[in-house]
């Protein structure tokens, strides 16, 4: 009897073994750590839920969205974006482009919004071009 009620506990220990690597592998914030490290943009987004903000990151630096639900003439979308860098001591090396790279993929998943960057991201966008 106590054989049998071993060789069950080891397969539930081996069924939660292979769940949580599973979930380990599925994790969403694994992915933006791995894109950070490779240098390359990617966003978690819930498009369905304006409640959870906007995960991203480009060119080593994390940035997180605010979105804010409002109307549009024929129903309720998202329409204000407010971007931050979550580290701004990341910012090095971010230009005035990549900013507007980030635009246009956030307006390409919410075309009705406006996006509205936080300090000291704003400083850049203000200043004038050289």
């Known amino acids: 009897m106590i054989v049998i009620l071993f060789r069950i506990l080891i397969l539930i220990a081996l069924v939660l073994l292979v769940y949580t690597i599973f979930q380990y592998f599925r994790n969403p914030e694994r992915k933006l750590q791995i894109a950070k490290a490779n240098n390359v ?3 978690i987004d819930e498009s369905s839920n304006s409640k959870k903000n906007i995960q991203l990151v480009y ?4 940035f997180e ?3 804010y639900l ?3 003439e024929h129903s309720f979308e998202v329409v204000d974006i407010h971007v931050f860098a979550r580290n701004p001591g ?3 090396g ?3 482009d990549d900013l507007y790279f980030i635009e246009k993929e956030l307006l390409i998943r919410y075309p009705y919004a406006k996006i509205e960057w ?3 991201i704003n400083k850049l966008l203000i200043t004038s071009i050289d």
């Not at 060119?59 to 994390?62: G, I, T, W």
């Open 70 to 72: 409002g109307t549009t």
């Open 90 to 92: 990341e910012l090095g």
């Open 41 to 43: 943009f990617y966003m």
């Open 118 to 120: 936080k300090h000291p």
């Open 59 to 62: 060119k080593n630096c994390s």
């Open 65 to 67: 969205g605010e979105k």
């Open 94 to 96: 971010i230009t005035r």
